[in-house]
């Protein structure tokens, strides 16, 4: 009988430093000073940053200003691409 190598598993790291809300809210994208907007949907937020759906995830810049519909705007910084989802940081 042959046993199995034993392998310790890494534990999951989760870094972000605030807790993500679940949330289905519009926004808009919008960068180029004002001139470009794209929609999107925030699928989660934190005091620190949000998991954004673009629209247009191809014209979608590395940095923009977020803005939740019925919430302030922030300024945001991508920080991972995934499928067609952003994960970005508040500047």
Known sequence: MTEAPNRTE???VD???ARRH???LGAQIIFRNGNCVIGGQ????SDTGALVRPADLV???????LKPRFE??????VMWRKGEML???YV
């Open 72 to 77: 302030s705007a922030h300024e945001c910084e």
């Open 42 to 45: 925030i699928l989660n937020l």
């Open 10 to 12: 890494t534990p999951i």
């Open 87 to 89: 994960g970005v940081r």
């Open 59 to 65: 014209s979608c810049p590395e940095k923009f200003v």
């Open 22 to 24: 679940r949330s289905l």
């Open 15 to 17: 870094r972000r430093n």
